[in-house]
């Protein structure tokens, strides 16, 4: 589709104009087209929020959602536990849980669908099995639930805060206190809507929990405890201490550090997790080793 943005739409975003002109499709939808290159302004691809001008030429290519499944891929995973009712893998960084944001395959769940012959349906068609997440950056230790009983006895557990997660963080800089608590709510960042913000007065209450592990002339090494699972939350929260996760360039990191090499993920990693079995009832504890190439980087980092 081609056409002139006429003078009465001046001054609109680019997504919400093509919204007005496809108002089959949903603005999200829309705005996967434009950062797939699909809409061009006047010849050349812009962002969504690009504000149109009277007579800008605008091309369209609209394309057909993915289906609203999860297919199933043949790629490796690392299990730390396996019973009736539920699975724990060790998620490496760079794999996403589940589709979402324009990656629809490589993500957990395909790779679940491929390894696991039934898998809990209580998060939907998209994400079987899942009960909570690490972000794509994240590495660590992942429950997922077989059954639809054992994923709602899981989520009641991580809703009452019955779930100890405890992470390994490199953050910049020396944290002078041993340990301490951040008790700051979390928000969408209104202006950067990426990122989340522990900066305004509202939000949802979160907190996380800090003790120093080993100090570095550049950095420190945390353990991490969170009683509370908001999203990007303790790279927000440690942020917002001024010392963000190393390799988190998100919050506040550089992207290079001096003398080591592109570490390409967070130093970030979901080390231990500690709940009770859905059906016994027995508490169970699971670790998650420090992969490779976080101890190789640490090994150069005194």
Not at 52 to 78: F, G, Y
Request: aromatic fraction near 6%.
């Amino acid at each position: 589709m081609q056409f002139t943005v006429n003078a009465s739409d001046a001054g609109k975003r680019l997504d919400l104009l093509l919204h007005d002109r496809f108002p089959d499709h949903s603005r999200s939808r829309v705005q996967d087209w434009i950062r797939a290159g699909r809409v061009r302004v006047n010849g050349g691809t812009v962002r969504a929020s690009y504000l149109v001008r009277s007579a800008d030429s605008i091309e369209a290519e609209p394309a057909d959602p993915p289906p609203l499944h999860a297919s199933a891929e043949d790629i490796p995973l690392t299990v730390l536990y396996e019973d009736d009712d539920l699975v724990a893998i060790d998620k490496p960084a760079g794999m996403v849980v589940h589709a979402g944001a324009g990656v629809h395959s490589g993500t957990l769940v395909n790779a679940l669908l491929h390894r696991f012959e039934a898998l809990s349906g209580v998060g939907g068609a998209l994400r079987p099995g899942i009960v909570h997440r690490l972000d794509r950056f994240t590495s660590g230790v992942l429950l997922v639930a077989k059954n639809d009983q054992a994923h709602q006895r899981l989520a009641a557990q991580f809703s009452g805060r019955q779930v100890e997660k405890v992470y390994l963080a490199l953050v910049h800089g020396v944290v002078k206190q041993d340990h301490g608590r951040i008790e700051r709510p979390i928000a969408r960042d209104p202006v950067h809507r990426t990122r989340m913000t522990a900066r305004l007065d509202s939000g949802r209450a979160a907190w996380s929990e800090y003790r120093v592990l080993q100090r570095y002339p550049r950095f420190t090494l945390l353990e991490v405890r969170i009683g509370t699972g908001r999203t990007h939350q303790i790279r927000v929260h440690l942020s917002s201490i001024g010392h963000p996760v190393v390799g988190d360039t998100l919050y506040g990191a550089p992207a290079r550090v001096d003398a080591q090499p592109p570490l390409d993920r967070f130093f970030l990693h979901a080390h231990r997790i500690r709940f009770h079995q859905p059906a016994t009832g027995e508490e169970i504890v699971l670790t998650s080793p420090l992969p490779s190439e976080l101890t190789n980087w640490l090994s150069g980092a005194s």
